[in-house]
């Protein structure tokens, strides 16, 4: 899939252009790849600082707990970026396969407003509603 790369900095996908465009693809592509760059950075930038703390000596109990509740908060933080860069990896597919803005749930576009709050949504506000209503039912299935 060939995406317009030539977008100006301030573009920002419009109702009135057909949806999801090249323009568009091109823009959500973009801003994904920034959020996956970022949160690269960070997890890098988080590991580098559980490593150094791991080689610090810690003086009492107290100092010891707090530093293992400092750690077991980054892992945690670690852990939530690497969810979300597989769920950014998948939007990225979606884009190469054509399926990206579409609900896979019901196949109607997910709205413009909807991917700019979340470039990762994989269903309509709708079908995501109904998701979220059935889960906190206890209801399992589609």
Known sequence: MTLDNDLPPDYSPREDEDYMCPRHLAFFRGRLLQWRSELLAESQ???AALRDDAQLEVGDEADRASREEIQALELRTRERYLRL???????????????YGFC???????????????????????AQERHERRERLGIQGS
Not at 85 to 99: H, M, P, Q, T, Y
Request: aromatic share 0%.
């Open 45 to 47: 930038r988080t590991r």
């Open 85 to 99: 860069l597989g769920k950014i990896d998948a939007a990225l597919g979606r884009i190469e396969d054509g399926s």
């Open 104 to 126: 896979e749930e019901t196949g109607e576009p997910i709205g413009l407003a909807r991917l700019l709050a979340r470039p990762i949504a994989t269903l309509s506000l709708e």
